[in-house]
Structures are given as structure tokens and as C-alpha cells.
């Protein structure tokens, strides 16, 4: 069968679906976005999660024609995305995601040669919870990095200023083998602490 | 295989009545694990996730009309009062990403004795509204669970809604397992206070071949509460009046041996799991500081 829904902002078409395929099959293997992680394939490790309609969900528990005319962003969007929202100033509206408009607009990035020097907002950049994850060094083997990225980054766009109580339990449905988990608690503070300070430097 | 997307519940209904072996799907929870560990190859696939009627609730005077697929979060966000059991038990269920799309449909479709949702629809006691293109119907609780994952359900029904009455004294939830998220209930526990018919009703999950409630335990209580006067005087309950009930409801349990727990400690945690959450209930019914506003407890 033929599945249409939008990822990441755009339009995408994937044709020959099985019809017991998975929302994660079709983005690893019929789209080339490797990003979302296979690692289970049975919901225990979150390394699947992607954004349905704005909702965190395991990409690997989502049949494939559940998503025809839906919305779904990968880690691939997540800096886009990231991008978007703060330029709309935050969650402010209720409206998260990627409008109509914006997704007509969508730009894929660029290769990485026409992104080096583009420092300032352009495509390419990462989002503030990817820097905070590099900085605060939450990566080892990077398997679980793509769902607690698109988790983590959930998280605060609901709360701001999340307790450790909070975090925990956003991040309960993600398996790391490797970090032993602080240095991503450390990360998720770091992003909401620049997050914080970013916009009291705003005055907002 | 098949995938059938009835964007109409009447759509649903004349799907599921031509092709009674489609497997419904909404969360995914399930289904999915099963299709792609290839425990199973179902003809056809039934999507519901179109069908808009199934994420509502609304909540009446006396019931609360649960949408058959309404996530575990928005019954964690929005009917803690209102259904404070489930609520509870709805918090225990996986994880987050599993909440957002799981809902006491699937549990009450796949009926395994492990679905956190059995032992708060059993204590709060509900009606499954089920329907086919024959018909509605209601089914009690009581009479729903039939066997290991069978349901009193026909091939060429669906689940609609579940209709809760309004909690109208305490409840509670506990769950055995090694973690706080994503785990299988080694076994559960649930209780619900009505002092609205001086009744109490309980639901087991994990510890029999199907979730059950622990009657004779209920009923032990009910009659002792009665007779010492406790539902007017609110006072502290007797700790062998506590212990008596959990010994009961330790016996409601036929457990099995497996790989989550022997059936000796599902029946023992049973017992204990009873007696706490008796004794939270019973203070927060006494308007004690303890109540199921708190959400999970450690015992
Ligand atoms: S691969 Fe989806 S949760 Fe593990
Ligand atoms: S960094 Fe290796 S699994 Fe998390």
C-alpha cells in the first residue's frame, strides 16, 4: 500500500508498504532516515520515539497506515523544528509543530560543505537540547541519543524549568547501556538552565 | 494482509462484521509487538485511530463515558478525581511513549491477566460497551474477563467505551514489579472504598489465570465495617481486621510459577498489597493527610 504523511515538515510518499510494517520501518527503510533507532521493536526502549500529531510515541508500535495524512518528526527535524518554535516564541499559542505554511517552506539541509561557516539560525544547526547533550557529554554510543533527544526536547517544550522528579519520569521510557544515565539528567538541566536565561535576556 | 481505516465507528462496525477475524488496532501496544516479532500474521488489520468519537471521555453526573482508546496520559491529566483508581493505575502503565497511545480499550480487548487497567475497572466496578452492527451492549466487568486473554466478547464486536461510575470514596493502586517504569506486573492490586453503599470492591491482576476480584475478602470487610460501626465513627481500623482481609484476599489468587515470580510470592505480595492499600483508603477516608490525591505511594 501506499502511505502519505508528513515528516519533518514535508510531504513524503512511501509506496509498497506491508501492511504490518511499522512507522519505524518506513522512516529507517523506505524514507533513509536512519536516525530513529531499531532497537527492540517491542516499546521497552524509547531509542524508536518520534513525534505523532506532537505526541511522543515508539515509532516501532505504529503501524504504518496509522500515520497516512499525520505528522511526524524525527530527530533528523528536531533542530528545524527546535528552530521554529522558538521563533514563534515558544509554545505560547498551543501551537507546536510545523504549520502548513512552514511546511511548504521546509528546506532539506544543505550538504555539509554549504553549511560550514552558517553559524547563526541556518539550517543545519543544532537544537539546544543536542548542544546540551554534546556539552554535557549525555553521548556514548549514541544508540538511545535519537529518542532521549526527541523526549528530552518534549519535555521542555511543556515545562521550562523541569524538577529531577520530572525528568526521570519523561525520560523513564528510554534505555541508555552506556551513560548510566546522569550526564543526561545533567544535559536536560543544562538546556533548561540556557533555556531560562535566554529568556530573561529577552526580557520575555 | 490487510489494512482496513473505517473513518466512522458505523464504518468500524460493517468492517468488523465482514471480516470478524480483523485484529483491531488503535495504541499499537499490543498488536504491534506481536506483528513484528511474527508471533502473529493477522488477515487484516482494523485501524481505529481515525475514528475521533473513541479519544473522548465525558464526564456525566454519576458515570464517566471513557472512549475505548482516550490515551493513559489524559486519564492521568484529567480524571484523577473523577477516577482516581484508574488514574493511578493508568500512571503505572510502561512509559510515557506508551501512555500516549495505549488506552483501557487495548487492555480490556487483549484481557491478560497482566494489564494494569483490570484491577481499577474491577474495584470501581464498570459496564464495557460493546457493539456490533447486531447491536449495543453492555457488559459488567464482572462477567467480562473469561479466560486466559479471552473476554466475553463475539468476533464481530467492538469496544466502544467503558462506563465508570464516579469514584465515590477512595481508591487505590499497587503494583509489584523491579522498576518503576516499564514493567510487567508481577502482580497487582486494587481497592475501592463506596461509602455511598457501604460496599468495598477490589480487583486482582497477574495472580489467576484472569484479572479477578478477591469477593470473599470484600465481603469480610463490608460486614466488619458494618458491624463496628466504622463507615459513622471513622475510626482507625483494628490491625487483625487489616490482617484478615489480606489474608482473604491472598486466597482469591491462583497464581502461576514464571519468569516475573513464583505463584507462593504473587500470593503473599497479594496479601500485603491488600493490607496497605486498605490502610491508605481507610486514612484518606477518615480525611487523614494520606489520600489518593497523592498519587503513587511507597509502602
Ligand atoms: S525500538 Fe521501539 S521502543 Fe525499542
Ligand atoms: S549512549 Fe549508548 S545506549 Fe545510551
Same mark, same amino acid.
Given at each position: 500500500?501506499?502511505?502519505?504523511?508528513?515528516?519533518?515538515?514535508?510531504?513524503?510518499?512511501?509506496?509498497?508498504?506491508?501492511?504490518?510494517?511499522?512507522?519505524?520501518?518506513?522512516?529507517?527503510?523506505?524514507?533513509?532516515?536512519?536516525?530513529?533507532?531499531?532497537?527492540?521493536?517491542?516499546?521497552?526502549?524509547?531509542?524508536?520515539?518520534?513525534?505523532?500529531?506532537?505526541?511522543?510515541?515508539?515509532?516501532?508500535?505504529?503501524?504504518?497506515?496509522?500515520?497516512?495524512?499525520?505528522?511526524?518528526?524525527?530527530?533528523?527535524?528536531?533542530?528545524?523544528?527546535?528552530?521554529?518554535?522558538?521563533?514563534?516564541?515558544?509554545?505560547?499559542?498551543?501551537?507546536?509543530?510545523?504549520?502548513?505554511?512552514?511546511?511548504?517552506?521546509?528546506?532539506?539541509?544543505?550538504?555539509?560543505?554549504?553549511?560550514?561557516?552558517?553559524?547563526?539560525?541556518?539550517?543545519?544547526?543544532?537544537?539546544?537540547?543536542?548542544?546540551?547533550?554534546?556539552?554535557?557529554?549525555?553521548?556514548?554510543?549514541?544508540?538511545?541519543?535519537?529518542?532521549?533527544?526527541?523526549?528530552?526536547?518534549?519535555?521542555?517544550?511543556?515545562?521550562?524549568?523541569?524538577?529531577?522528579?520530572?525528568?526521570?519520569?519523561?525520560?523513564?521510557?528510554?534505555?541508555?547501556?552506556?551513560?548510566?544515565?546522569?550526564?543526561?539528567?545533567?544535559?536536560?538541566?543544562?538546556?533548561?538552565?540556557?533555556?531560562?536565561?535566554?529568556?530573561?535576556?529577552?526580557?520575555? | 494482509?490487510?489494512?482496513?481505516?473505517?473513518?466512522?465507528?458505523?464504518?468500524?462496525?460493517?468492517?468488523?462484521?465482514?471480516?470478524?477475524?480483523?485484529?483491531?488496532?488503535?495504541?499499537?501496544?499490543?498488536?504491534?509487538?506481536?506483528?513484528?516479532?511474527?508471533?502473529?500474521?493477522?488477515?487484516?488489520?482494523?485501524?481505529?485511530?481515525?475514528?475521533?468519537?473513541?479519544?473522548?471521555?465525558?464526564?456525566?453526573?454519576?458515570?464517566?463515558?471513557?472512549?475505548?482508546?482516550?490515551?493513559?496520559?489524559?486519564?492521568?491529566?484529567?480524571?484523577?478525581?473523577?477516577?482516581?483508581?484508574?488514574?493511578?493505575?493508568?500512571?503505572?502503565?510502561?512509559?510515557?511513549?506508551?501512555?500516549?497511545?495505549?488506552?483501557?480499550?487495548?487492555?480490556?480487548?487483549?484481557?491478560?491477566?497482566?494489564?494494569? &487497567?483490570?484491577?481499577?475497572? *474491577? #474495584? =470501581?466496578?464498570? $459496564?464495557?460497551?460493546?457493539?456490533?452492527?447486531? !447491536?449495543?451492549?453492555?457488559? +459488567?466487568?464482572?462477567?467480562?474477563?473469561?479466560?486466559?486473554?479471552?473476554?466475553?466478547?463475539?468476533?464481530?464486536?467492538?469496544?466502544?467505551?467503558?462506563?465508570?461510575?464516579?469514584?465515590?470514596?477512595?481508591?487505590?493502586?499497587?503494583?509489584?514489579?523491579?522498576?518503576?517504569?516499564?514493567?510487567?506486573?508481577?502482580?497487582?492490586?486494587?481497592?475501592?472504598?463506596?461509602?455511598?453503599?457501604?460496599?468495598?470492591?477490589?480487583?486482582?491482576?497477574?495472580?489467576?489465570?484472569?484479572?479477578?476480584?478477591?469477593? &470473599?475478602?470484600?465481603?469480610? *470487610? #463490608? =460486614?466488619?465495617? $458494618?458491624?463496628?460501626?466504622?463507615?459513622?465513627? !471513622?475510626?482507625?481500623?483494628? +490491625?487483625?481486621?487489616?490482617?484478615?482481609?489480606?489474608?482473604?484476599?491472598?486466597?482469591?489468587?491462583?497464581?502461576?510459577?514464571?519468569?516475573?515470580?513464583?505463584?507462593?510470592?504473587?500470593?503473599?505480595?497479594?496479601?500485603?498489597?491488600?493490607?496497605?492499600?486498605?490502610?491508605?483508603?481507610?486514612?484518606?477516608?477518615?480525611?487523614?493527610?494520606?489520600?489518593?490525591?497523592?498519587?503513587?505511594?511507597?509502602?
Amino acid at each position: 500500500m501506499r502511505v502519505t504523511f508528513t515528516v519533518n515538515g514535508r510531504r513524503q510518499e512511501a509506496d509498497d508498504v506491508w501492511e504490518g510494517e511499522s512507522l519505524l520501518y518506513v522512516l529507517r527503510e523506505r524514507m533513509g532516515l536512519p536516525g530513529s533507532k531499531n532497537a527492540c521493536e517491542q516499546g521497552e526502549c524509547g531509542s524508536c520515539t518520534v513525534r505523532l500529531d506532537g505526541v511522543p510515541v515508539c515509532s516501532c508500535l505504529v503501524a504504518a497506515g496509522q500515520v497516512e495524512g499525520r505528522d511526524v518528526v524525527t530527530v533528523e527535524g528536531l533542530a528545524d523544528f527546535a528552530r521554529q518554535r522558538a521563533e514563534r516564541g515558544g509554545c505560547a499559542g498551543g501551537v507546536c509543530g510545523t504549520g502548513l505554511d512552514e511546511a511548504k517552506r521546509w528546506a532539506a539541509k544543505p550538504a555539509a560543505e554549504e553549511q560550514a561557516g552558517g553559524q547563526s539560525g541556518g539550517p543545519g544547526e543544532l537544537s539546544p537540547i543536542q548542544q546540551a547533550f554534546i556539552d554535557a557529554g549525555a553521548v556514548q554510543c549514541g544508540f538511545c541519543t535519537p529518542g532521549l533527544l526527541v523526549a528530552a526536547d518534549e519535555l521542555l517544550e511543556r515545562n521550562d524549568s523541569p524538577s529531577d522528579a520530572d525528568i526521570r519520569e519523561a525520560l523513564s521510557g528510554n534505555l541508555c547501556r552506556c551513560t548510566g544515565y546522569e550526564k543526561i539528567l545533567d544535559a536536560v538541566r543544562l538546556a533548561a538552565a540556557r533555556g531560562e536565561s535566554r529568556t530573561a535576556g529577552q526580557g520575555a | 494482509m490487510d489494512f482496513l481505516r473505517p473513518a466512522s465507528w458505523e464504518e468500524a462496525l460493517a468492517a468488523k462484521a465482514e471480516h470478524p477475524t480483523a485484529v483491531p488496532i488503535a495504541g499499537g501496544t499490543d498488536v504491534m509487538v506481536e506483528i513484528n516479532f511474527d508471533h502473529r500474521r493477522p488477515e487484516y488489520l482494523l485501524d481505529l485511530n481515525r475514528i475521533g468519537d473513541l479519544d473522548e471521555w465525558e464526564v456525566g453526573e454519576r458515570t464517566v463515558r471513557l472512549g475505548a482508546s482516550v490515551p493513559y496520559t489524559q486519564i492521568m491529566e484529567n480524571l484523577r478525581a473523577e477516577l482516581p483508581g484508574l488514574a493511578l493505575a493508568s500512571h503505572t502503565v510502561a512509559s510515557p511513549q506508551i501512555r500516549n497511545r495505549g488506552g483501557v480499550g487495548g487492555n480490556l480487548g487483549t484481557a491478560s491477566p497482566a494489564g494494569d &487497567a483490570h484491577p481499577a475497572l *474491577l #474495584a =470501581a466496578g464498570c $459496564e464495557v460497551e460493546v457493539e456490533s452492527l447486531r !447491536g449495543r451492549r453492555m457488559i +459488567p466487568i464482572d462477567d467480562f474477563y473469561t479466560g486466559v486473554k479471552r473476554n466475553a466478547m463475539e468476533p464481530d464486536e467492538l469496544i466502544r467505551a467503558v462506563h465508570l461510575p464516579k469514584a465515590d470514596g477512595p481508591q487505590q493502586f499497587s503494583k509489584v514489579g523491579t522498576r518503576n517504569a516499564m514493567v510487567i506486573a508481577v502482580c497487582a492490586f486494587g481497592i475501592a472504598l463506596h461509602p455511598g453503599t457501604r460496599t468495598v470492591r477490589t480487583g486482582i491482576g497477574s495472580a489467576a489465570p484472569t484479572p479477578v476480584r478477591a469477593r &470473599a475478602a470484600e465481603e469480610f *470487610l #463490608a =460486614a466488619a465495617l $458494618e458491624e463496628g460501626g466504622f463507615w459513622e465513627s !471513622g475510626q482507625a481500623l483494628p +490491625p487483625s481486621l487489616a490482617q484478615q482481609f489480606a489474608q482473604l484476599a491472598a486466597g482469591a489468587c491462583n497464581p502461576i510459577d514464571d519468569v516475573r515470580g513464583s505463584a507462593a510470592y504473587r500470593r503473599h505480595a497479594v496479601g500485603i498489597m491488600a493490607r496497605r492499600t486498605l490502610g491508605w483508603t481507610w486514612e484518606s477516608y477518615r480525611g487523614g493527610a494520606h489520600g489518593t490525591k497523592g498519587g503513587a505511594q511507597c509502602a
